[in-house]
């Protein structure tokens, strides 16, 4: 297992959009992972109230999923999204990072099936959440 979440973990951190995101894997194993997305104002969908554009917050979503899929023990190799359903409870506080944890709950013969939830610093009260569907490809 720690070869699979070292993997994962290399891949995850060598996406370029999570790299310009600047997405930071926080904890990644056996089906669950969590990625934390710093403010940054190069990320801001709307000038007047300074809240993260909904864009940065599903692909830190997705990308945190794909981690949690990658982990999972009965998960034989990579993954790629077949579909993910994002619910957007409030806006993001401006300034404040924003963290996800997603887990992976069950794995087909070819699909894995994953929930996440975002969360930023100052609350208990979700921004996001997701639920969604994954590809289990064959091979490390």
């Known amino acids: 297992m720690a070869d699979k979440t070292k993997v994962a973990r290399q891949f995850i951190e060598a996406i370029p959009h999570a790299k310009e995101l600047g ?3 926080t904890d990644i194993g056996d089906g669950m992972a969590h990625i934390s997305m710093p403010y940054d104002p ?42 993910l359903r994002i619910d957007y409870m409030r806006a993001a506080t401006p300034g404040q990072t924003i963290i996800t944890k997603a887990t992976c709950h069950h794995i087909s013969r070819s699909v894995a099936f994953v929930r996440a939830v975002a969360m930023d610093d100052d609350t208990d009260r979700p921004v996001a959440t997701a639920a969604g569907a994954f590809t289990v490809e064959a091979g490390f």
């Open 42 to 83: 190069k990320l801001i969908g709307d000038p007047e109230t300074g809240v993260i554009h909904g864009g940065a917050v599903s692909a830190l979503m997705d990308t945190c999923c794909g981690a949690a899929v990658m982990s999972h023990p009965a998960a034989p190799g990579g993954t790629a999204t077949i579909d």
């Open 23 to 25: 997405l930071v894997l």
